[in-house]
């Protein structure tokens, strides 16, 4: 089958970010995004609060320049002031059309 | 009934149990947890169930008494982030985002320490003796104090920031923050506004006749609300009780800030509503409204304007010292004051 590399870009942040992060990932270019409500830990062990709602982590398949342009701006405007992890790797994908 | 009489009856409603029962159950390290999906649905039903029955009386209301007490409620939504953040800041050298963020909740009010002060009114004063229009000021009650509050909190730290870059010549920058707009429809939208708001406009509209249809899951005054409102507050008491650790990074000026402050703010609520023409268990809801801290619309609120605060400082105030508080000793406290302002039987 004929595959092609593109980037997986996971952030995982607190549920209140998601309609922000949201408009970041489609204002940096991305076709696509999935979100999951998910809990944990992070190097503090400690969550920001119960109260404010458990963790999300949207999941977007890009070109590596989009998701080099997301990182960028969490860089910029959420890795100092929020709950914000994130990391990228290779996967690989039929139909590349769906996502670039 | 002398005041200490009143505590007793108070402590031992299944409101107050229940909510000392969830502390108890984590201070045991019991497994026990409510599913945050019955949380949800029984914050709604409860927001929805006040906004509802608030709007059916509200139908039936005169709106000129409403004024001069809407009027004494914004005072006291204006005043009381003010106070909390001076007192905060300059008294207990709080960082202006701690101090800000905190004032926020204390600035909005708490629906359930709403809901409890009335049933204590009720269960003293018998059924109907808080003024109708009381969930309209609630409403009214919810917003300005985080607007004000974030406002202290951002003109503040920009202020700060200016003198920081001017001081070291280079000018660092600054991480975007949500827009005003953004943070009005936060609050506009947010689930205990839209729900008090929407039901309370649907009571209008229906009126009684039209409320007698859904009155028995409705009415606040029915064992499904008190249930709902018992079983609710020992998910309170489960969250205040997982927030008691956290006690000791509070440190002893916000411990002692979490009793003061609803105190203080409780007796001025209690006064304008005095002077506002208010009865007597009307200035008991009133007072316990000033007196209370939001922690459904002000922490996201606060999370999403001012990050730099912490939330254990806000959310442990709110949830482990002043909630607490006024569910054990302040609403009776604030009835007293009431008392001893406006008299029983005095308009």
Redesign the interface.
Known sequence: MNTITLTLLTIIA?A?LKD?LLHEVRRAGAKGFTVTDVSGEGSRQRR???????NIKIEIIAKRETADNILVVLQ???F???AVVAFMSEVQVVREDKYV | MTLFQMFQANICSPMVLAFAFGIVCRLIKSELAIPRDLYTSLSIYLLFALGLKGGVELSHSEWKQLLMPAIATIGLGCITPVSSYLSLRYLGRFSIADAAGIAAHYGSVSAVTFIAAEKFVFANLGEGSVSPFMPTLLTLLEIPGIQIALAIGVIGLAKSKRIRDNASGISTQDASSPSLGAVWHELLTARSMVLLIGGMTIGCIIGYDGFASVKPFFDKGDWMFKGALTLFLLEMGLVAGSRLADLKHAGAFLIAFGITAPIAHGALGVYLGSLAGLDAGSCTVLGAMAASASYIAAPPAVRMTLPEANPTFYLTAALAITFPFNLLVGIPLYFRMALAMVGHDSP
């Open positions: 607190e209140l922000r920001v609060s119960e109260i404010l709602g458990d910029k405007d959420y100092p002031r929020y």
